[in-house]
């Protein structure tokens, strides 16, 4: 099952991509937790992908493209795959498109509306050490400002504040958006409701991939 994962930022692509991936045991490939890792172990592609994150821009095409294609080669990623975050651009989505063995069967656009994505995003904290992502008030820990799983001190991530979150919709909406019809004209698009809650999402997707 190869499966792309498309929707704005605060969808929920990543909560739900945790979910999906361990039900149908394939990588979850999120390009964010990539660039994330570079930047703080601060390797080339790192120090250079940050000044775009840091505005709420996205990194270039030519070099986010070169690392997926890299990743999606690798051993774990042959009876499938999960993209969280890429493509965000047609000039992604074709790129991958022309990877040998790699077409999409399902790309899943987890729709919520822009009104709600501020709360969501402001709202949302992270485990540096495991990843796992909470929201003070829709999915809280069960210690506050403490992840469940290892017990790490929950961060804020740097884009996550207001003025960085409104830039990042606007570049959704101007290029990550169209990809919705590009994948719809090829026939692999598939719709959920990404308001509901958390497991009830998460079910709806469960019976859109069958
Ligand atoms: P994305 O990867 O699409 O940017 P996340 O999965 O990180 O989105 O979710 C963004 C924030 O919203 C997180 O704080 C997460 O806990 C919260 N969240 C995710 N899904 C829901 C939902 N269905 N209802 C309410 N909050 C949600
Ligand atoms: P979110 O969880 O809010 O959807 P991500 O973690 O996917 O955010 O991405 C964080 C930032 O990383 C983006 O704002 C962008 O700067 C960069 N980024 C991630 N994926 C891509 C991509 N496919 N193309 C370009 N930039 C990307
Ligand atoms: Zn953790």
Known sequence: ?????????????????????????????????IFRKNISERTELGIEAK?????????????????????????????????????????QAEALDSFQGKKIDIALLIEVPRESILDRMTGRRVCPACGTTY?????????????????TALIQRKDDVEETVKARLDVYYEQTEPLAKYYKSSGVLRTVDGTKDIDIVFKEIISVLG
Do not use: W
Not at 135 to 148: A, L
């Open 135 to 151: 929201h003070i008030k829709f999915n809280p820990p069960k210690i506050e400002n403490k992840c469940d799983k290892c017990s």
């Open 51 to 91: 000044g775009y994150m840091d505005k709420g821009l996205l990194v270039p095409d030519e070099l986010t493209i070169e690392i997926v294609k890299n990743r999606l080669v690798e051993d774990d990623c042959k009876n499938g795959f999960l993209l969280d975050g890429f493509p965000r651009t047609v000039k």
């Open 1 to 33: 099952m190869k499966i792309v994962l498309l929707g704005p930022p605060g969808a929920g692509k990543g909560t739900q991509a945790e979910q999906i991936s361990k039900s149908y045991s394939i990588p979850h490939i999120s390009t964010g937790d």
